[in-house]
């Protein structure tokens, strides 16, 4: 069975300081892993994906995750936090390529 | 192309209505799912596809009706709505499973009285 925590329900930092955003998971296989962003009113979009490849892994708009194996968690950062970051993020496991599971989502709030 | 296209953006139900929720997606991708967004519990997947005349249940399924007659289209059937189906409704497709970036409808807010 596939499982994930998004461990902050909220998150607030200041513009231009870093973001951490936190993600446990649990999978019985291979995990792919992905981190998703929902700006208010809106669809999703993809920000990043893991899948077996380098385990720090870049996606758009400056956010790097990290995929640690023996912490089970694929954390979200960002160095320098900006005003347009302000949306809701998931962070989606799929280990058997027709199931993904979302975490509840972490929102994050950006002060000027 | 247009992506993933879904139709009405909003919706108003009495209980024990039917109705269908449009999908549909023009980049030729096998795999199209239905999800429902609920805060504080993110989206939770009803029912997928894997291509046509296939679909699946997902994690949350009960009084959600499917079908795949062509790619293209993904339609979602509430048989007889309940209160507790207020939900957002989205729509993803991709090309061949959720290991693979899903590209989401910008979603159906549904209402039921």
């Known amino acids: 069975a596939q499982s994930v925590t998004q461990l902050d329900s909220h998150v607030s930092v200041s513009e231009g300081t870093p973001v951490l955003l936190r993600c446990n998971y649990s999978s019985s296989y291979s995990p792919s892993l992905f981190w998703y962003v929902q700006h208010p009113n809106k669809g999703l979009q993809l920000l990043l994906k893991y899948t077996s490849a380098a385990t720090l892994v870049k996606g758009i708009n400056g956010f790097e995750a990290e995929f640690k194996k023996s912490e089970t968690s694929f954390h979200l950062t960002k160095p320098s936090a900006h005003m347009s970051d302000a949306a809701e993020y998931f962070c989606?496991?799929?280990?058997?390529?027709?199931?993904?599971?979302f975490g509840a989502g972490t929102r994050l709030f950006v002060k000027a | 192309n247009a992506g993933v296209t879904q139709t009405p953006k909003f919706q108003v139900l009495k209980t024990g209505q039917s109705m269908t929720l449009q999908c549909a997606q023009d980049?030729?991708?096998?795999?199209m799912s239905w999800y429902r967004q609920d805060p504080g519990m993110g989206l939770r997947l009803i029912h997928y596809?894997?291509?046509?005349?296939?679909?699946d249940q997902g994690e949350v399924p009960n009084g959600y009706n499917v079908s795949r007659s062509t790619t293209e289209d993904f339609p979602l059937r509430l048989l007889s709505a309940a209160p507790s189906q207020t939900s957002v409704y989205f729509c993803?497709?991709?090309?061949?499973?959720?290991?693979?970036?899903?590209?989401f409808g910008p979603g159906t807010r549904l209402t039921v009285t």
């Open positions: 980049m030729n991708h096998e795999y």
């Open positions: 989606v496991v799929s280990d058997r390529g027709f199931k993904t599971i």
């Open positions: 596809s894997v291509g046509a005349g296939i679909t």
């Open positions: 993803a497709s991709s090309t061949a499973g959720g290991a693979y970036e899903q590209y």
